[in-house]
Protein backbone atom coordinates (compact mmCIF):
# COMPACT_ATOMS: atom_id res chain seq x y z
CA UNK A 1 0.00 0.00 0.00
CA UNK A 2 1.49 3.52 -1.17
CA UNK A 3 1.40 6.00 1.53
CA UNK A 4 1.17 8.72 -0.59
CA UNK A 5 -2.41 9.27 0.95
CA UNK A 6 -0.14 10.79 4.11
CA UNK A 7 0.79 14.44 2.02
CA UNK A 8 -3.07 15.05 0.90
CA UNK A 9 -4.86 17.06 2.99
CA UNK A 10 -8.00 15.13 4.93
CA UNK A 11 -11.48 14.77 3.73
CA UNK A 12 -14.35 15.88 5.77
CA UNK A 13 -16.75 14.93 3.50
CA UNK A 14 -18.42 11.08 3.38
CA UNK A 15 -17.27 8.03 3.23
CA UNK A 16 -15.40 8.39 -0.87
CA UNK A 17 -12.95 6.53 -1.96
CA UNK A 18 -9.65 9.07 -2.93
CA UNK A 19 -7.41 8.75 -5.86
CA UNK A 20 -4.55 6.48 -3.55
CA UNK A 21 -7.51 3.97 -3.11
CA UNK A 22 -7.71 4.55 0.94
CA UNK A 23 -11.84 4.77 1.70
CA UNK A 24 -12.31 7.87 4.45
CA UNK A 25 -13.58 6.32 7.95
CA UNK A 26 -14.58 8.17 11.20
CA UNK A 27 -10.55 6.84 12.53
CA UNK A 28 -9.43 8.35 9.83
CA UNK A 29 -10.69 12.21 10.01
CA UNK A 30 -9.53 14.44 12.12
CA UNK A 31 -10.49 15.48 15.71
CA UNK A 32 -11.89 18.85 15.08
CA UNK A 33 -12.73 20.30 11.99
CA UNK A 34 -10.35 23.56 13.59
CA UNK A 35 -7.72 21.38 13.48
CA UNK A 36 -5.67 19.59 10.95
CA UNK A 37 -4.86 16.92 13.09
CA UNK A 38 -5.00 13.07 11.51
CA UNK A 39 -6.08 10.43 13.83
CA UNK A 40 -4.08 7.87 12.58
CA UNK A 41 -0.76 9.51 14.13
CA UNK A 42 -2.62 9.05 17.85
CA UNK A 43 -0.96 6.47 19.90
CA UNK A 44 -2.23 5.02 22.86
CA UNK A 45 0.98 5.55 25.48
CA UNK A 46 0.86 5.74 29.06
CA UNK A 47 1.06 9.23 29.83
CA UNK A 48 3.67 8.88 32.22
CA UNK A 49 6.85 6.58 31.68
CA UNK A 50 8.49 4.96 34.65
CA UNK A 51 11.64 2.92 34.54
CA UNK A 52 11.17 -0.67 34.46
CA UNK A 53 10.78 -1.61 38.37
CA UNK A 54 9.89 1.62 39.54
CA UNK A 55 6.85 2.60 41.90
CA UNK A 56 4.20 4.23 39.82
CA UNK A 57 3.41 6.55 42.73
CA UNK A 58 5.59 9.10 44.40
CA UNK A 59 7.94 8.25 47.31
CA UNK A 60 8.06 10.06 50.25
CA UNK A 61 10.57 12.28 49.42
CA UNK A 62 8.94 14.06 46.35
CA UNK A 63 5.87 14.31 48.57
CA UNK A 64 8.33 15.94 51.46
CA UNK A 65 7.87 19.16 49.43
CA UNK A 66 4.02 19.70 48.85
CA UNK A 67 3.77 18.47 52.52
CA UNK A 68 5.86 21.26 54.04
CA UNK A 69 4.74 23.74 52.12
CA UNK A 70 0.68 23.32 52.43
CA UNK A 71 1.90 22.80 55.86
CA UNK A 72 3.26 26.06 56.13
CA UNK A 73 0.40 27.87 54.44
CA UNK A 74 -2.11 26.14 56.58
CA UNK A 75 -0.31 27.23 59.56
CA UNK A 76 -0.11 30.87 58.22
CA UNK A 77 -3.92 30.96 57.67
CA UNK A 78 -4.71 29.49 61.59
CA UNK A 79 -2.08 32.05 62.83
CA UNK A 80 -3.18 34.88 60.82
CA UNK A 81 -6.97 34.09 61.62
CA UNK A 82 -6.48 33.75 65.40
CA UNK A 83 -4.38 36.49 64.91
CA UNK A 84 -7.14 38.91 63.75
CA UNK A 85 -9.35 37.58 66.32
CA UNK A 86 -7.02 38.69 69.14
CA UNK A 87 -6.17 41.89 67.35
CA UNK A 88 -9.73 42.77 67.24
CA UNK A 89 -10.56 41.95 71.10
CA UNK A 90 -7.16 43.49 71.94
CA UNK A 91 -7.93 47.07 70.01
CA UNK A 92 -11.35 47.05 71.22
CA UNK A 93 -9.86 46.75 74.98
CA UNK A 94 -7.38 49.81 73.48
CA UNK A 95 -10.32 51.79 72.66
CA UNK A 96 -8.44 51.91 69.11
CA UNK A 97 -9.73 53.21 66.01
CA UNK A 98 -8.63 54.68 62.22
CA UNK A 99 -5.49 53.76 61.30
CA UNK A 100 -3.60 52.84 64.25
CA UNK A 101 -6.13 50.57 64.91
CA UNK A 102 -5.30 48.92 60.88
CA UNK A 103 -1.71 48.84 62.00
CA UNK A 104 -2.19 47.17 65.08
CA UNK A 105 -4.57 44.51 63.34
CA UNK A 106 -2.28 43.80 60.76
CA UNK A 107 0.63 43.74 63.41
CA UNK A 108 -1.14 40.91 65.29
CA UNK A 109 -2.26 38.78 61.42
CA UNK A 110 1.88 38.98 60.86
CA UNK A 111 2.76 38.07 63.84
CA UNK A 112 0.85 35.10 64.47
CA UNK A 113 0.88 33.87 61.08
CA UNK A 114 4.26 33.92 60.93
CA UNK A 115 4.89 32.15 64.27
CA UNK A 116 2.35 29.21 63.40
CA UNK A 117 3.60 28.87 59.94
CA UNK A 118 6.96 28.87 61.41
CA UNK A 119 6.02 25.83 63.97
CA UNK A 120 3.94 23.54 61.35
CA UNK A 121 6.47 23.89 58.59
CA UNK A 122 9.12 22.61 61.18
CA UNK A 123 6.96 19.82 62.29
CA UNK A 124 5.99 19.35 58.48
CA UNK A 125 9.80 19.25 58.09
CA UNK A 126 10.64 16.39 60.70
CA UNK A 127 7.76 13.99 59.77
CA UNK A 128 9.21 14.07 56.00
CA UNK A 129 12.67 13.65 57.58
CA UNK A 130 11.59 10.66 59.45
CA UNK A 131 9.31 9.61 56.89
CA UNK A 132 12.15 9.37 54.61
CA UNK A 133 14.81 7.82 56.59
CA UNK A 134 12.33 4.83 57.49
CA UNK A 135 11.45 4.25 54.20
CA UNK A 136 15.35 3.98 52.93
CA UNK A 137 15.93 2.11 56.22
CA UNK A 138 13.00 -0.36 56.15
CA UNK A 139 13.20 -0.86 52.04
CA UNK A 140 9.36 -0.34 51.58
CA UNK A 141 6.58 2.63 52.37
CA UNK A 142 3.81 1.87 54.19
CA UNK A 143 1.76 2.88 57.08
CA UNK A 144 4.24 1.23 59.61
CA UNK A 145 6.43 4.11 58.23
CA UNK A 146 3.44 6.81 58.68
CA UNK A 147 2.72 6.06 62.28
CA UNK A 148 6.89 6.03 63.59
CA UNK A 149 7.37 9.09 61.68
CA UNK A 150 4.49 10.83 64.06
CA UNK A 151 5.37 9.30 67.20
CA UNK A 152 9.03 9.99 66.50
CA UNK A 153 8.16 13.64 65.44
CA UNK A 154 6.34 14.12 68.36
CA UNK A 155 9.40 13.36 70.70
CA UNK A 156 12.04 15.25 68.47
CA UNK A 157 9.70 18.62 68.77
CA UNK A 158 9.18 18.57 72.34
CA UNK A 159 12.34 16.72 73.60
CA UNK A 160 13.77 20.09 75.21
CA UNK A 161 10.84 20.53 77.25
CA UNK A 162 11.19 17.43 79.55
CA UNK A 163 10.44 13.92 79.61
CA UNK A 164 6.98 14.33 80.53
CA UNK A 165 6.08 16.93 77.86
CA UNK A 166 8.64 14.69 75.15
CA UNK A 167 6.26 11.55 76.27
CA UNK A 168 3.03 14.01 75.55
CA UNK A 169 4.47 15.05 72.40
CA UNK A 170 5.22 11.72 71.03
CA UNK A 171 1.42 10.15 72.04
CA UNK A 172 0.09 12.96 70.48
CA UNK A 173 2.05 12.92 67.37
CA UNK A 174 1.32 8.71 67.69
CA UNK A 175 -2.35 9.30 67.58
CA UNK A 176 -3.05 11.63 64.97
CA UNK A 177 -0.96 9.65 62.49
CA UNK A 178 -2.95 6.54 63.55
CA UNK A 179 -5.88 8.04 63.07
CA UNK A 180 -4.86 9.21 59.74
CA UNK A 181 -3.36 5.72 59.09
CA UNK A 182 -7.16 3.89 60.21
CA UNK A 183 -9.34 6.26 57.96
CA UNK A 184 -7.11 5.81 54.78
CA UNK A 185 -7.43 1.96 55.62
CA UNK A 186 -11.02 2.41 56.03
CA UNK A 187 -11.52 4.32 52.69
CA UNK A 188 -9.01 1.68 50.37
CA UNK A 189 -5.61 3.23 50.98
CA UNK A 190 -3.15 1.57 49.62
CA UNK A 191 -2.89 -1.82 51.76
CA UNK A 192 -5.94 -2.90 53.59
CA UNK A 193 -6.33 -3.91 57.33
CA UNK A 194 -5.97 -7.53 56.94
CA UNK A 195 -3.14 -7.22 54.89
CA UNK A 196 -1.19 -5.50 57.73
CA UNK A 197 -1.89 -7.72 60.20
CA UNK A 198 -1.29 -10.35 58.28
CA UNK A 199 2.38 -9.44 57.98
CA UNK A 200 3.03 -7.55 61.09
CA UNK A 201 0.86 -9.59 63.47
Known amino acids: MS???????????????SSAG?????QLQPLSPYLNYDA????????????????????????????????AMIGACIGGAGGLYNGINATRLANQSGKLRRTQLLN???KQGAATANTFGTIAVMYSAFGVVLQYARGEDD???????GGATGLLYKS???????AIGGG????????YV????????????????????
Open 40 to 71: RYLQAQPEFIFPEGASKQRGRFELAFSQIGSS
Open 143 to 149: EINTIAA
Open 3 to 17: DDYLSKPLSFGSAQP
Open 160 to 166: TAGLRKC
Open 182 to 201: LWSVAGGGSKKLSDLKSQYL
Open 108 to 110: HVM
Open 22 to 26: IVSSP
Open 172 to 179: IGLALTSL
